[in-house]
């Protein structure tokens, strides 16, 4: 990988796939030449902090709107969890519809239902709209390891019924197998609105569309500060500014030193993700016979899917903090072996971290700061439709529509217990509880 010192001096045309972590996704992006780092003064609508999905799907939807935009990424586009994650469009918020209406009310619960659908909409829609080339394919299956996981998902079923929602395909013991080659597992759950992709892609592809739009994109420009003047914000980087009416920031679990108002709201968590080596299209088969992605319902979950080039690509494991275990492929392996005893021994060609942001209730958060910047942020592991849903509601509101956006950002938001010092061991602690109920089965 390049150091950021030679990326600075960079000639045009570099390839971005070469700032990016070592991972599966980079070694397989749409080539992309890295953007222009911001060099003296740019004056726009709207500035958009961070290329990330958030950033990306706000600047895309403002763009489309006719508003003027300049997005600002510190690396590359899609560098963090949006170029990393597991690929999995996942429907609805880490947080269930029950768990909202407890912890904020029969009201918040009825209206977070309208929507946890429309990020894996936006993202069908955008595809098409921009024929962004990323291996989407259909439908994504929760599986179970015991009867009490079975019975959440049968709620879950219901529940989703009850707002109108008929996606979900319960499945049982024999019906599992149709799906995942794999004795692990007592039943499960299809949705047939969720699906997966390449991450890094569609991330590529999307900005492709901001800038078809005339939207301005610069990379290698970490944002330093973000000043209020009487007309709107000087947003500044080391060798350049951006004028704006108004700044969206849109960091998530890699944004540091520009809001610490909200980034103490957060608390960055890593997971890790191996792919395996190619294993060819019959052994694919055997092993996701419809080539859905699945991820289990425990407490800290396994991922998996099928590449477009038949790599079984394997995800889990929480370290909270976001720091990166000394190993991942050792860590991972028993887990990929617990589900699929034949791939003991496979070859796991490459390996990599990253981080996404945790909110202590797993809602999402958005709002302004001091009524200047938006922000939008802690996805808590459901960010690929989350953060695309969240970036059009911030363009929603900077257009001047801000009822769904007004109604989140009146939740409350509830600090992780302890604070910035204890959030850390508090999180293993009740990550341990819960794991020892996900192995018993209580």
Known sequence: MLTQAVLMEAQPGLDARSVHVDSYYAA?????????????????????????????????????????????????????????????IVNGLNASINKVTRQFGKDAGEFVAQFVQEGSSIIRQRIERYNIDCDYRKGNIFTAYNQRQMKELEAKQNQWRGFGM??????????????????????????????????????????DAIESLGGQVFELSEVLSTEKTSD??????????????DVALCGNAYMTGV???????????????????VLGEERARKLLPTDMCV????????????????????????????????????KLRPNIAKVYPELSDVKLEYAWSGNFALSYSR????????????????????????????????????????????????????????????????????????GVRDQLGI
């Open 259 to 277: 809001a610490p108002e909200i980034e103490n709201r957060i608390m960055p968590v890593s997971t890790q993700v191996v792919a395996t080596e």
């Open 232 to 245: 709107g914000y000087v947003v500044k980087t080391k060798d350049g500014q951006v004028k704006a009416r």
């Open 363 to 434: 809602v999402p958060q958005i709002g302004r700061i001091d009524q200047g910047p938006y922000f939008a942020h802690g996805y808590s592991g459901h960010g690929v439709t989350g953060s695309h849903l969240f970036g059009v509601i911030l363009a929603e509101a900077i257009h001047g529509d801000r009822s769904r956006f007004d109604t989140f950002a009146a939740f409350p938001y509830f600090s992780f217990p302890g604070g910035r010092a204890l959030r850390v061991p508090y999180s293993v602690l009740g990550s341990w509880w819960f």
């Open 28 to 88: 397989t992006a749409n080539r992309s030449t890295l953007r222009p780092q911001l060099y003296g003064e740019v004056t726009v609508d709207v500035c958009v902090v961070g290329g990330g999905y958030t950033g990306l799907s706000a600047a895309l939807a403002l763009a489309e709107r006719g508003y003027s935009v300049a997005l600002l990424e510190a690396k590359s586009i899609g560098w963090g969890a949006s170029g990393r994650n597991g690929g999995q």
């Open 295 to 330: 991820e289990d319902v425990c407490y800290i979950l396994d991922y998996f899917r099928m590449t477009a080039d038949h790599r079984l690509l394997f995800g889990g494991g929480t370290v909270y903090g976001g720091t990166d275990p000394d190993d991942v492929r050792a």
């Open 166 to 207: 008929d996606d979900h395909e319960l499945l049982d013991d024999a019906g599992i197998r149709e799906h995942v080659g794999s004795d692990a597992y007592c039943g499960g759950m299809i949705d047939h609105s969720g699906g997966h992709l390449h991450p890094l892609n569609l991330a590529l592809g999307e900005v």
